[in-house]
C-alpha cells in the first residue's frame, strides 16, 4: 500500500478514535451538541472496520484506488464475496470473481471450502488480493480478506464501499452472461 494512503487511514481511524473516546465520555445528548446520526453511524463503521482489519490482517484499498489500479491493468484477483444469484450474476465490479462468504464473522471453514477459496486465488501468495462485498456495512469482504491472510495470502485488501460504492461513483459494472 502506498504510504500517502496508509497514512490517510490512519488519520482517518485516529480521528475516529479521538471522536468516540470524546463522546464516551460525553453525557449530552448528541442531538443537542450538533451530532447527526449520520455522523454517529459514520463513526460505528469507522470503529467497525478498524476492528476487523486488526483482527483480519488485511489493509484497506479505497473505490479510487482500486479503480485506478484495474485501469492500469495491475496484476490483480478482485474477488466478490455476494451471492452469485442475487448479486454477482446482476452486477459485479469487472474482473471479479465471485466467492460467497456469510454476512458474520467466519471463524471456522470446512476442508472442502477452503479448498475450493485456495483453488480460487491462487498458488501465488504475493499476488494483490481485493476483496468486496455490497456496502461498508457488509462483512462478508472481511471474511474473504481474513481467509486470504489465514490460507497464506501476504498482499491482500479490503475494499470498503462494495458495489454499491463503486456504481454510485459512476464506475462501470460488469454482468455474468
Same mark, same amino acid.
Given at each position: 500500500? *502506498?504510504?500517502?494512503?496508509l497514512?490517510?487511514w490512519?488519520?482517518? !481511524?485516529v480521528? $475516529?478514535?479521538?471522536l468516540?473516546s @470524546?463522546?464516551a465520555n $460525553?453525557k449530552?445528548?448528541p442531538?443537542?451538541v450538533? !451530532?447527526s446520526?449520520?455522523n +454517529?453511524?459514520a463513526e460505528f463503521?469507522a470503529?467497525?472496520?478498524?476492528?476487523?482489519?486488526?483482527?483480519?490482517g488485511?489493509?484497506?484499498m $479505497?473505490l479510487?484506488e482500486?479503480k485506478?489500479?484495474l485501469? &492500469?491493468?495491475?496484476d %490483480?484477483l +478482485?474477488v466478490?464475496?455476494?451471492?452469485?444469484?442475487a $448479486?454477482?450474476?446482476?452486477q459485479?465490479i469487472p474482473?471479479?470473481v465471485?466467492?460467497?462468504?456469510?454476512?458474520p464473522?467466519m471463524n471456522t471453514m470446512?476442508?472442502?471450502t477452503e479448498q475450493?477459496y *485456495?483453488d480460487?486465488?491462487?498458488?501465488?501468495?504475493?499476488k %494483490?488480493?481485493?476483496?468486496?462485498?455490497g456496502?461498508?456495512?457488509?462483512? *462478508?469482504?472481511?471474511? @474473504? &480478506? %481474513?481467509?486470504?491472510?489465514?490460507l @497464506?495470502?501476504?498482499?491482500?485488501? *479490503?475494499?470498503l464501499g462494495?458495489?454499491r460504492?463503486?456504481?454510485?461513483?459512476?464506475?462501470?459494472?460488469?454482468v455474468a452472461?
Open positions: 500500500m *502506498r504510504k500517502g494512503t497514512f490517510l490512519l488519520v482517518v !481511524v480521528a $475516529s478514535l479521538a468516540v @470524546g463522546c $460525553s449530552a445528548d442531538k443537542k450538533g !451530532v446520526e449520520a +454517529v453511524q463503521l470503529m467497525k472496520a478498524a476492528g476487523e482489519k486488526e483482527r483480519g488485511y489493509e484497506l $479505497s479510487e482500486l485506478t489500479k485501469d &492500469a491493468k495491475e %490483480m +478482485v466478490d464475496t455476494m451471492p452469485y444469484e $448479486s454477482y450474476k446482476k459485479h474482473t471479479a465471485q466467492f460467497e462468504f456469510p454476512i464473522e470446512d476442508d472442502g475450493q *485456495r480460487l486465488l491462487g498458488p501465488d501468495k504475493d %494483490m488480493i481485493v476483496a468486496y462485498c456496502f461498508v456495512k457488509c462483512g *462478508r469482504s472481511h471474511n @474473504g &480478506a %481474513m481467509w486470504a491472510v489465514k @497464506g495470502y501476504t498482499n491482500v485488501y *479490503r475494499c462494495g458495489i460504492g463503486w456504481k454510485e461513483a459512476g464506475y462501470p459494472v460488469g452472461q
